[in-house]
């Protein structure tokens, strides 16, 4: 019979706590997994918020960016339509500053910008203006380039207004910043000056169709004589100018690259008057352009094709009175016969005025006055000759001072 051991009352009893101890060890598992299955969750849950945070930063942003795109185009926009209520309006939302250089940068650089409205806006005679001016022309290399390469490339970056005081300024900037960059080639900037105007007037006079005495080479020596302090360039200069001219016209910017060209390049007087329709007596704003006896009207000042041309022979221009409007002028015909003009219609045909007069309204007096003496001259002035000529009397006189004191 087999023998009992003295420790068999613990046999049935020795299982049960490895047991309890697995089911306490799962249960605290149990537990943990839940915490970590808990602060997973916290952590998505952050996670989706931090990215909805990024998400709402970066359509934010987006939408900023969207509206300053927006306002800088419409800024853009502004200035082809009013060079200063453009500039103002982009300075004023903080999308250009309001220092010579920027606004130089940006009228020099930006693309889409009307090079009328360039010409116009530099050519301002207020303080900032000039050297927003001065800035603009420092922004061209005229380094070892000859006189015509160096106003190819300054008459490509805007359009010379039709102003003669605003041209002067423009032509004083370049003149000096090219002897600044050819020191040596001329004996003062005097010289450089006039001689700059005699090239784009040569270029003109050659390659103008309305133009019918094309000046030769011998006229454009002789014209030039005296210039350099009193003293003659050296003929081979000269030729070399002319023939490079002759060869090849000044290129006109984007905006003005039509059949009208040379009609609109340097026009005697241009900018915003209000025109009374033919048929229906409403006012329209139209930019206007007065050059080789003619006057033509565009819609905006960006338009390549006018919707209206008024030739000026046999018309007279005087001021008048008109009740709706002020600072009226008025062409018509002398005779009393119908005017010779013709316009663009909305379909793009071109049909025959039928005005007797037409009557247009400035935003001052002064710019009545200044309208209608340009009209009365434009037949025979040269936009050129008066300013050239007063250059050419100020070198001769401080020519005669200096051999007088010698």
Not at 40 to 47: A, F, S, Y
Not at 183 to 211: E, K, R, W
Not at 221 to 230: K, P, Q, V
Not at 238 to 265: M, Q, V
Request: proline fraction near 3%.
């Amino acid at each position: 019979m087999a023998c009992r051991r003295k420790d068999s009352f613990l046999w049935g009893k020795a299982s049960k706590k490895p047991a309890l101890m697995e089911k306490r060890q799962k249960e605290t598992i149990k537990i943990h997994k839940n915490y970590l299955l808990d602060d997973i969750q916290k952590l998505r849950m952050e996670i989706d918020t931090a990215m909805t945070e990024i998400h709402d930063a970066e359509l934010d942003e987006q939408n900023k960016n969207d509206v300053r795109n927006r306002r800088f185009l419409c800024g853009k926009k502004k200035f082809n339509m009013d060079p200063k209520k453009g500039i103002h309006y982009l300075v004023e939302n903080d999308l250009l500053e309001w220092t010579a250089e920027t606004v130089a940068e940006f009228l020099y650089k930006e693309e889409g910008l009307n090079k009328t409205a360039i010409g116009n806006f530099l050519g301002e005679r207020e303080k900032m203006h000039l050297e927003i001016l001065k800035a603009f022309v420092d922004l061209h290399e005229f380094s070892d380039l000859n006189l015509v390469q160096a106003l190819r490339q300054f008459l490509w970056s805007f359009r010379l207004p039709g102003e003669a005081q605003k041209i002067d300024r423009m032509m004083e900037a370049f003149a000096t910043r090219y002897c600044d960059c050819n020191t040596g080639v001329f004996q003062s900037t005097d010289t450089c000056y006039i001689l700059s105007f005699a090239i784009i007037m040569l270029n003109t006079s050659l390659h103008n169709p309305n133009v019918k005495d094309k000046p030769p080479l011998e006229r454009f020596i002789s014209m030039n004589r005296g210039i350099n302090n009193g003293k003659d360039l050296p003929d081979e200069l000269l030729t070399k100018l002319y023939e490079s001219i002759h060869n090849e016209p000044f290129k006109i910017p984007e905006d003005d690259g039509n059949d009208l060209t040379y009609t609109f390049f340097n026009p005697d007087r241009e900018g915003w008057l209000l025109k009374m329709g033919g048929r229906v007596k409403t006012w329209k704003r139209r930019w206007f352009i007065l050059t080789d006896n003619c006057l033509y009207y565009f819609q905006y000042t960006t338009d390549k094709d006018p919707i209206g041309i008024i030739p000026l022979e046999n018309l007279c221009v005087t001021g008048i009175y008109d009740t709706s409007k002020r600072y009226c002028l008025e062409l018509s015909n002398p005779r009393g016969q119908k005017i010779k003009a013709c316009k663009t219609e909305k379909k793009g045909k071109v049909v025959e005025g039928k005005h007797q007069s037409y009557r247009l309204s400035a935003t001052t007096a002064e710019e009545r006055d200044n309208w209608i003496d340009s009209i009365r001259a434009s037949v025979t002035k040269d936009p050129f000759y008066d300013l050239v000529t007063l250059r050419k009397r100020k070198v001769i006189t401080a020519n005669n001072t200096d051999i007088s004191q010698d």
